[in-house]
């Protein structure tokens, strides 16, 4: 497989160990040295006959000039930013060889990919000797449960299983969000791979030179993953298929484990609401510390069942969002990926990306004319959440004193922030708090305090009053839900309008 950048220039290629590969770079005339043009990787032996051939050396050990063996499993990244996962050898099917792997390697193939990155969304390319098993319907094709396990849990993009010869490529399909942790997003997974087929004389496998012309070398032009918008890894293809594999049997069949039951709960990127916080509460036993269960946050994007399709684009260490149930249709969330109950809680960092989403709201809602308005309540939530609702330009200029009268009104006035001063030089550690901040940079504030009955939904409710937006019915987001199809469309025409202001 020849892997090139964009514009033609051929960066590296990689190739599947297996089949006498090495017997071609030893058998060259005496005197007689073969050079490489371009950095090559392969992948190891698989069979005794081969071990020979490939070093003990696990990592990156130079064949020859040019020519590196990659080892057993890993992934390797290049210096433009790709990622490709690989796993060498056959499947151990008795007593475990050289040549052979087990549930083991993939579960440390896994480990690597996964640990450390609370972000991962997935790899460029899955490079492995063996097809996967379920790719194809051909008996005859050594296939392997592993390696279709490591496709549902790495979402590569490409798969590459070159050990039996005969060019295949497979129509394109996409595996499913997992949950339990899983970050990835459903990226469309194309398969590319040969099998033994039969011929008059017997098996054949396709090679250099081969007299039938069949397809020896592909060529692929990547972008890495990470360097790739969410709406063009999520855009759909004419040509897709379901997924042909199903993690609960194929955890199954390589760990010897029961199957999964039942289905996780799905969770939303909407504002916390009261009632479900009170019953939470009744649940807990009373003057008991209770520590937050993070794989249960509705925010935090590596927790389960997230409903990832809302999101509109994943930066650093912050991701943007639409608000389910929102008041209109570009209301947005701007939340950090691992968990953190406010923004005075975050890291500098964090406060800067956020910043520049900022930002890049301000320009988008520019185009039709409009301004944001930017609210955090810090108050009966557990994830820090900062709302953004565009308004007419004409809204702005009774919004602070509309914003002042409710809030005297309903026993919580707000203070202006000085121009000099930051949020965390006013409001104390721990100290619940609402804040908002108007078009035109002043900030709104109110400490909360434990005998205030702060409104949930105050936000909304000034944005919604007629003066701002005039859209009564739209307070609760439980009466502007809609469906999921619905929001599907919505969200991919905003991840494209928003391409043109998106800085991640």
Not at 16 to 25: H, I, S, T, V, Y
Not at 215 to 230: G, Q, R
Not at 304 to 326: D, F, N, Q, R, W
């Amino acid at each position: 497989i020849i892997l090139r950048r964009r514009g033609g220039q051929i960066q590296h290629s990689i190739q599947e160990g297996g089949n006498n590969q090495q017997q071609r770079f030893r058998t060259a005339p005496p005197n007689v040295f073969v050079l490489v043009p371009i950095p090559t990787y392969i992948l190891g032996p698989t069979n005794q006959d081969q071990l020979a051939e490939f070093p003990k050396e696990e990592a990156d050990f130079e064949l020859c000039p040019n020519v590196y063996y990659l080892g057993k499993r890993g992934i390797y990244n290049d210096s433009k930013g790709l990622k490709v996962a690989y796993l060498s050898g056959l499947v151990c099917s008795g007593d475990k060889n050289k040549w052979n792997y087990d549930e083991s390697d993939v579960s440390d193939l896994c480990d690597v990919a996964l640990k450390g990155s609370p972000s991962f969304r997935g790899v460029d390319v899955l490079l492995t000797s063996q097809w996967p098993a379920g790719i194809v319907n051909v008996a005859e094709a050594a296939q392997s449960e592993h390696i279709s396990y490591l496709i549902m849990k790495l979402k590569p993009r490409y798969v590459v299983s070159g050990l039996e010869g005969v060019f295949y490529e497979r129509a394109p399909f996409r595996c499913p969000n997992l949950g339990d942790h899983d970050t990835t997003f459903e990226t469309v997974t194309r398969f590319i791979g040969g099998w033994l087929i039969k011929t008059p004389n017997g098996k054949r496998l396709a090679r250099v030179g081969n007299p039938s012309k069949d397809k020896w070398i592909y060529a692929l032009s990547v972008t890495p993953l990470n360097k790739m918008k969410i709406a063009e890894l999520l855009q759909k293809t004419t040509d897709e298929t379901e997924c042909p594999f199903a993690i609960d049997e194929l955890e199954s069949k390589v760990f010897k484990t029961k199957k999964r039951k039942g289905d996780i709960p799905s969770q939303y990127f909407y504002d916390m609401n009261a009632s479900m916080e009170d019953e939470k509460r009744k649940q807990r036993p009373k003057r008991q510390r209770v520590e937050f269960d993070q794989a249960k946050c509705w925010f935090c994007l590596a927790s389960p069942s997230v409903e990832k399709h809302l999101v509109i684009t994943v930066g650093e260490s912050c991701y943007l969002t639409l608000a389910k149930g929102g008041m209109v249709p570009e209301h947005f969330l701007i939340c950090p990926m691992e968990h953190f109950q406010n923004t005075l809680a975050c890291s500098e960092e964090i406060r800067q990306e956020m910043a520049q989403f900022k930002e890049a709201i301000r320009k988008f809602y520019h185009r039709k004319d409009t301004v944001p308005v930017f609210f955090e309540r810090n108050y009966k939530t557990s994830h820090m959440q900062l709302q953004a609702v565009p308004i007419p330009q004409q809204a702005t200029r009774e919004l602070k004193d509309i914003f002042l009268d409710e809030s005297e009104a309903q026993g919580c006035r707000l203070e202006e922030l000085e121009s000099h001063s930051r949020l965390d030089q006013v409001v104390p550690p721990k100290t619940p708090y609402f804040t908002v901040e108007l078009p035109d940079g002043q900030t709104l504030y109110t400490k909360i305090q434990g005998s205030m009955n702060f409104p949930l939904s105050f936000g909304r409710e000034v944005l919604a009053s007629g003066p701002v937006l005039d859209m009564p019915d739209r307070v609760e987001y439980r009466d502007c839900l809609i469906d999921r199809s619905a929001e599907e469309e919505l969200v991919a025409r905003i991840r494209t309008d928003f391409e043109p202001f998106d800085f991640t």
